[in-house]
Nanobody, 118 residues
Framework: QVQLVESGGGLVQPGGSLRLSCTAS????????MAWYRQAPGQQRELVAG???????NYADSMKGRFTISKENTKNTVYLQMNSLKPEDTAVYYC????????????WGQGTQVTVSS
């Protein structure tokens, strides 16, 4: 089992920046990878960015160049730095992880709201 707690969401103006944090606890040594997803009202949850235990990253095309995922192993924390935010980035952002050996099962945090509006 693993628990994920997100923080850092809020209201920001278009063009602004936010940094989200996700701290994991529990079976840390079994973590396979971590990722950020988001879900806007009436839309499906979508991948934003992911990072493996080795540090390899991947991004959704619409986030490349604006968002950066990183991790701090000593704090069991993954970050999502979001720059040049747009109103269409408004969504609930969820932290996600999968554990070895069953990487078909997803663990989720409670989500943090990001609102981009003037």
């Amino acid at each position: 089992q693993v628990q994920l707690v997100e923080s850092g969401g809020g209201l920001v103006q278009p063009g602004g920046s936010l940094r989200l944090s996700c701290t994991a606890s529990g079976s840390i040594s079994r973590i396979y990878d971590m990722a950020w997803y988001r879900q806007a009202p009436g839309q499906q949850r979508e991948l934003v960015a992911g990072i493996t235990t080795g540090g390899s990253t991947n991004y959704a095309d619409s986030m490349k160049g604006r968002f950066t995922i990183s991790k701090e192993n000593t704090k069991n924390t993954v970050y999502l730095q979001m720059n040049s935010l747009k109103p269409e980035d408004t969504a609930v952002y969820y932290c996600n992880t999968r554990l070895i050996p069953d990487i078909t099962y997803d663990y989720w945090g409670q989500g943090t709201q990001v609102t981009v509006s003037s």
